[in-house]
């Protein structure tokens, strides 16, 4: 199959069909998803939408919050701009038919998160990324000139006089297919299925961090994991998030003994950041001995019901009572905080090619991202990635970083490894506690698996595709922190236990030469 179009967008989540809204009727348009319309990352979110939008906020508070959060490596200027277009680009989606909580008023319901100082978390009960999906497919599929292909994997980056021109993939059926379009949107999402514990779904596999690196893109912040720390961890259980809106409702961290223990942590105790909350948890479990629980008994049980019904449901079918039981909980990988470099605009170091949302490093979040500002980074930088793909092709003016190019892996002992074991190996030495020993065998195993895969072709069927990304984004992650000599947010070295602002209060990028020209 071989398609040609003005423009291509990868990804269908909130960064895709937000940049697509902003297309739609400037040329042809395909948008390729590797499953179905309802499967991303966007459709998991629970908690909601940040905002400046209530009578006691602002986007200069909203800013400070997270400026603060992401522990001295924010870009300002990019925080501004999500900031600022926030609240323009949320109305937009309430217009749009978006249905969030209202009060018995009808004004929105504001939910409170971790490390924000007001309510400014817009939601729909506790599904408020599938609300925000379901509008924004009913206008994808009301656009004309608008080419939807579902279950079709994008493998690589076409590349031709070191321009981005368009994308090979793979259909449902296995039949290898070419878009070709100068102008590319990566909006793929994260990569917590490079871990073994994470929030994320099966998707999630790295594929845009993957293609745009092998196209010479210059990636940055990769060692910036975010692990959120209240996950599910019921035995025999699926690994199921528990929304930090929980915590803004009055939901407590307690220990083994029902002990609440956050405060001997952070003043700001369990509405802490999610890096301190996370950490935290693992401290109070080491000093116990024992797990760790989230309990809600001392709130309303109708209110809680009625506020998190998905949750109550999910909790129900593992056997527990979310208004009366002890939930067990522990951090799993959730967020990507670093990505594809990219301007406010959406633009990368390749001309030509785009990148939004959770695949994309626009530094909103720092080292560490302040909880429901995904959703708006999505929508926002979407938005002004599509209109950026319709003005003519610019080089992109990325923000400084200390770059590196890819060199040998360290010499150091190390064991032979399958690409299935990557999330095994990526948990026990990448995950949310780290040093250089556990780095440097680890990445030793990965460079070896990937120096086993044949650069110079692309995929030739989905699961190939799948050990590629994985295998690629677990090394840049390994390397970058790796080279981090130091603990900021979510890069937590045990060799290195002290931020260093005066060392460290650095960006950390690589890129490579493109594998193919064709």
């Known amino acids: 199959m071989q398609l040609d179009a003005d423009f291509v967008v990868v990804g269908g989540g909130i960064a895709g069909l937000r940049a697509l809204a902003e297309l739609t009727g400037a040329g042809r348009i395909v948008l390729l998803t590797k499953a179905g319309p309802a499967e991303s990352n966007t459709g998991y979110a629970q908690g909601g939408i940040a905002a400046a939008l209530g009578p006691d906020d602002s986007p200069e508070l909203h800013l400070e919050d997270t400026l603060a959060a992401g522990a001295g490596l924010c870009d300002p200027q990019a925080v501004s701009v999500l900031v600022h277009d926030g609240p323009r680009y949320v109305r937009e989606l309430i217009e749009w038919g978006v249905r969030f909580d209202l009060t018995e008023s009808g004004e929105p319901a504001f939910a409170r998160e971790g490390a924000h100082s007001v309510r400014r978390v817009l939601h729909a009960r506790d599904a408020t990324g599938r609300e925000i999906a379901r509008t924004l497919w009913q206008r994808a599929g009301a656009g004309d000139g608008i080419t939807l292909l579902h279950n079709a994997l994008a493998v690589e980056l076409i590349s031709r006089d070191g321009a981005c021109a368009g994308v090979r993939f793979i259909s449902a059926d296995g039949t290898p297919g070419v878009v070709q379009a100068n102008r590319v949107l990566l909006a793929t999402g994260g990569a917590g299925r490079v871990y073994r514990e994470t929030t994320n779904p099966p998707i999630a596999t790295g594929d845009g961090i993957a293609m745009a690196y092998r196209a010479g893109a210059r990636v940055s912040d990769l060692e910036f994991v975010q692990f959120h720390p209240t996950v599910l961890d019921a035995p025999g259980a699926p690994r199921f998030l528990l929304s930090e809106a929980l915590r803004g409702e009055g939901a407590r961290l307690v220990n083994q003994s029902g002990e609440p223990f956050m405060h001997q942590y952070d003043p700001a105790g369990d509405l802490a950041a999610r890096d301190i909350v996370a950490t935290s948890i693992v401290r109070e479990q080491q000093r116990t001995g024992g797990r760790v629980y989230l309990t809600l008994a001392h709130l309303s049980a109708d209110r809680v019901r009625e506020r998190f019904p998905m949750i109550a449901d999910v ?81 992109a003016r990325l923000p400084d970083a200390v770059v590196a190019t890819p060199g040998a892996a360290p010499a150091t002992s190390f064991q032979r490894i399958a690409s299935a074991d990557i999330p095994d190996v990526m948990w026990s030495v990448g995950g949310l506690l780290r040093d250089r020993e556990g780095l440097r065998s680890g990445l030793a195993s990965v460079e070896l698996l990937n120096a086993s895969f044949d650069s110079e072709r692309p995929p030739s069927n989905v699961e190939a595709a799948r050990h590629r990304f994985v295998s690629l984004v677990a090394a ?15 890069h937590r070295r045990t060799d290195f236990p002290e931020r260093d602002d005066v060392h460290w209060r650095v960006h950390l990028a690589e890129s490579a030469r493109p594998a193919t020209e064709t």
């Open 315 to 395: 909790c129900a079918a593992s056997g527990l009572d979310v208004t009366r039981d002890p939930l067990p909980v522990s951090p799993a990988a959730h967020y990507m905080c670093g990505g594809v470099d990219t301007d406010v605009e959406g633009r990368t170091s390749v001309p030509g090619l785009f990148a939004a949302g959770e695949v994309a490093c626009t530094r909103v979040h720092g080292a560490n991202r302040l909880a429901s500002n995904s959703l708006l980074e999505g929508l926002v930088f979407g938005a002004r990635a599509g209109a950026a793909m319709r003005a003519p092709v610019e080089i």
């Open 476 to 490: 840049l992650i390994l390397r970058a922190a790796l080279r981090r000599e130091e603990s900021r947010g979510g």
